[in-house]
């Protein structure tokens, strides 16, 4: 073979190994979530995998890593931005790595008085939000949530005051939030999810703010068997993918999982509400004692969040966003009127 052979024979070996190792990122995906095995959210993001496999082709691979197994929130927000993850199933502690204006969705406590203001504001502020992640390298598949945050205690617990003798579990990706707990004369311990469970086991922590459905899955409240009534603050959450990821998929794979999304975050939405109430009553016959705040320490909590909200606008949640939502709510609230 002459030299210019052999130099266009190894351009077609490179060209043909480039076309190949691409092929293969296209037709892969790697979803991480905490989410348990063959829970709601772990079976909807098969169905959706499905989907996507079906409509991207023979080879296309999709696997999916729930309990945590990728580490927590802020981890597989690392993990997508480095190519080990092409997507995630996240709350609000791991897309605020992405966005930080999802904040204002969950982390205003006593704030939203129903699942309909939370839907209202979410909707209205979903296309500039969606802007922003396409904007930072990420597609929103799906909306989610996962139930409201309730306090979850070794022991009986139904004002402010009774919890600034616990130890807390704070999200380790939050230290906004933490400085404001200790501001308030609370104790944040930060860890992962993943170590809620031991931790409250050995008296590292004994108190936890979880959803019910978690509390439940992960037995929590075996070792803390004391729940607050209140809804403090709704868990919300969406499925992202990587926009490289996306881009390199066929037209079809794209539509395929889209719909998917939609239909996962609806299931998601719609399912996940019923099971909190579910989930409460699953824990009752098991042990847990609910406790109902008086109107007075009612009153309490409200001033507790009154006292949060300006420590909170420009920290952890933009300003900008801080005050549309408190607009948005005016407004729905006026219209419900």
Request: hydrophobic fraction near 40%; proline fraction near 6%.
């Amino acid at each position: 073979m002459t030299p210019i052979g052999r130099i266009v024979a190894l351009a077609a070996l490179a060209l043909g190994l480039l076309a190949s190792t691409q092929a293969l990122a296209a037709g892969q995906l790697r979803i991480g979530t905490l989410a348990p095995k063959n829970s709601l959210y772990h079976r909807q993001l098969m169905e959706v995998g499905e989907a996507w496999r079906g409509a991207e082709g023979e080879g296309a691979k999709y696997l999916v890593y729930p309990d945590g197994s990728q580490g927590g929130e802020t981890d597989m927000a690392r993990r997508m931005r480095i190519g080990q993850l092409q997507g995630a199933l996240l709350s609000v502690v791991g897309l605020r790595e992405i966005e930080p204006s999802i904040a204002a969705l969950q982390n205003m406590p006593l704030l939203f008085r129903s699942w309909e203001e939370v839907d209202y504001v979410r909707e209205k502020m979903r296309p500039v939000m969606e802007r922003k992640f396409l904007d930072k390298g990420f597609v929103v598949l799906a909306w989610g949530d996962a139930g409201w945050v309730r306090f979850f205690s070794k022991d009986a617990a139904q004002r402010p005051d009774d919890y600034r003798r616990m130890k807390f579990f704070a999200w380790a990706g939050e230290s906004e939030q933490q400085e404001i707990m200790k501001s308030l004369g609370y104790t944040p311990v930060p860890l992962e999810t993943t170590d809620i469970l031991p931790s409250i086991q050995t008296g590292m922590i004994n108190a936890v703010p979880a959803t019910p459905y978690f509390a439940l899955a992960s037995q929590v409240y075996s070792t803390a068997p004391h729940m607050l009534d209140i809804n403090w603050a709704p868990i919300v959450g969406a499925l992202v993918v990587t926009r490289k990821s996306w881009d390199e998929m066929s037209p079809a794979g794209r539509e395929a999982l889209r719909s998917a999304g939609e239909k996962a975050g609806l299931q998601m939405r719609t399912k996940a509400r019923q099971e909190v109430d579910e989930a409460v009553e699953a824990m009752k016959k098991r042990g847990l004692q609910v406790h109902r705040p008086t109107p007075e320490q009612m009153k309490e909590w409200n001033d507790l969040a009154e006292k949060l909200y300006p420590r909170i606008r420009g920290r952890m949640v933009p300003a900008e966003t801080f005050d549309e939502v408190f607009s948005l709510l005016k407004a729905y609230r006026a219209g419900k009127r």
